[in-house]
């Protein structure tokens, strides 16, 4: 049931309608929980009765934490919840990728291993729900926050469909101080709520699955990278920067906008990353609520910036180097977090070296100057982007053709469809980039603002040449 399917939207139609007709606030928390318990349960029931079990747990580990006052008790309840989080993520994402490395090394030796390679399914947003449990039982354990008492609303908290997928990554506090606040059906509300499914729906169908016409061929498993031209290689990683970020960022407007119509608000996910001046900026406009989740659990304790210079590198090359593997369990996203942290470090050695030159400094913030870094920037994340898949192998395949020379490389030209596609996601991110849709949305007529919807809604449709293409991060 994803996002952008009929089915969803159905779902939705009918959670939407039952919630605003029950009286009370608990009668909707509770209608709620059951919807996402449905939502979850409808890609797998086994799946759905672990996630609801694990849940239950992380409620009774935080209620037993901030029921005593003795430091060492507190500090063993908060290991017994990490231990339980991780260990269930450990099996199900990444037991493979440890036990094949052992198989090979003991066969390398002249062992038989009898070390079973585990087929079992990853539940769907394992990585993100897990994510959310952690930082609340941090939370208790440091006295950031008290544990919430009611079990409705700490379930809902991690279970609240519209984030359960593929995130935003959402903190308790911010969660459960909406969910303990009654609402109000409220028209604006709804407008904004419309606007972002609609916008996000636009970006999935209409740029994000048209740009896997060009990105499949290269990113694809079972295609033959070599019998590509290199054009046709440059091409379809491009389209795949530009895919992934339309996907993730859609999705997860439709993920606001589905909140929004239940009276919720999350987290913002993305801030116009493409447009980052630098690769530190790239990443606190690129998936914020993960990049914010590194530095306040894993960057700042390890020591954040507080040890000098090669304490800091090593933080933030341990973190990057995480968050990739957080992706995926495999080599290929353990290199992108390392080339990734990598790049964080040389920005930072790059503007120590800047600090006194300020000729250089004038330079750099010139208009020209603006558009050089922003484009490097760009580019860099373009690169990265070949790691981020599966395979190991095909990434290394895909940057060999791609620096491989080759003359008189041919290439289909992209079709009209393709075209419309990036000029209205460059037209919308200028738009934003600039303000006005802030400042001059609130005076466009309500019918006229309806028509522009229906259009928004026919355009995805029209432009759109496989509605059946799942997200991206699902995976995740």
């Not at 606007?195 to 990105?215: E, R, T």
Request: proline fraction near 4%; charged fraction near 15%.
């Amino acid at each position: 049931m994803f996002f952008a399917s009929q089915a969803y939207l159905l779902f939705f139609l009918i959670v939407f309608s039952v919630y605003w007709a029950l009286p009370s606030h608990r009668g909707r928390l509770a209608w709620l929980l059951a919807a996402s318990i449905f939502f979850y349960a409808y890609f797998s029931e086994m799946l759905a009765l672990l996630v609801f079990s694990t849940t239950l747990a992380d409620y009774l580990f935080a209620r037993a934490m901030d029921s005593t006052s003795k430091e060492v008790r507190r500090k063993w309840i908060l290991r017994c919840s990490l231990l339980m989080n991780l260990s269930i993520l450990a099996f199900f994402k990444y037991r493979n990728f440890f036990i094949e490395p052992i198989c090979t090394a003991l066969e390398g030796l002249g062992v038989k291993p009898n070390l079973p390679i585990l087929h079992v399914g990853i539940p769907f947003g394992i990585s993100f729900y897990t994510f959310e449990a952690i930082s609340y039982a941090v939370d208790v354990y440091k006295r950031k926050i008290r544990a919430e008492r009611d079990p409705l609303k700490f379930m809902l908290f991690i279970l609240f469909f519209p984030h359960l997928v593929a995130g935003p990554i959402v903190r308790a506090k911010d969660f459960l101080t909406q969910a303990r606040r009654p609402k109000r059906f409220n028209w604006i509300r709804m407008q904004i709520g419309v606007q972002y499914f609609l916008i996000g729906l636009f970006k999935k169908l209409a740029i994000a699955d048209c740009m896997a016409i060009y990105s499949d061929p290269v990113f694809f498993p079972g295609r033959d990278v070599s019998a590509l031209s290199t054009t046709a290689v440059w091409l379809g990683v491009l389209a795949f920067a530009i895919q992934i970020y339309c996907d993730f960022s859609g999705y997860t407007d439709m993920a606001l906008g589905s909140a929004h119509l239940l009276g919720y608000k999350l987290t913002r996910n993305f801030m116009m990353p493409y447009l980052a001046p630098n690769i530190t900026e790239f990443w606190h406009r690129w998936h914020i609520s993960l990049s914010t989740w590194l530095r306040d659990y894993l960057f700042i304790p390890l020591g954040g910036s507080r040890g000098g210079r090669l304490l800091t590198y090593r933080n933030l090359l341990i973190t990057m180097t995480l968050g990739g593997l957080w992706h995926g369990a495999n080599w290929s996203f353990v290199i992108w977090g390392v080339v990734h942290g990598l790049l964080l470090i040389g920005h930072k050695i790059f503007k120590t070296w800047c600090e006194h030159r300020s000729r250089l400094n004038s330079l750099l913030a010139s208009q020209l100057g603006t558009v050089t870094r922003v484009l490097m920037t760009f580019f860099c994340v373009m690169i990265c982007w070949v790691f981020f898949q599966p395979s190991l192998e095909r990434s290394i395949a895909i940057l060999s053709k791609m620096f491989e020379i080759q003359p008189g490389d041919g290439l289909t030209m992209p079709n009209r469809r393709l075209w419309i596609s990036i000029a209205v996601l460059l037209t919308g991110q200028i738009i934003l980039l600039q303000g006005l849709w802030k400042r001059y949305s609130h005076r466009i007529p309500a019918p006229l603002m309806g028509v522009g919807y229906a259009l928004l809604l026919s355009l995805s449709l029209l432009l759109n040449p496989d509605s059946g293409k799942n997200f991206i991060y699902f995976q995740f």
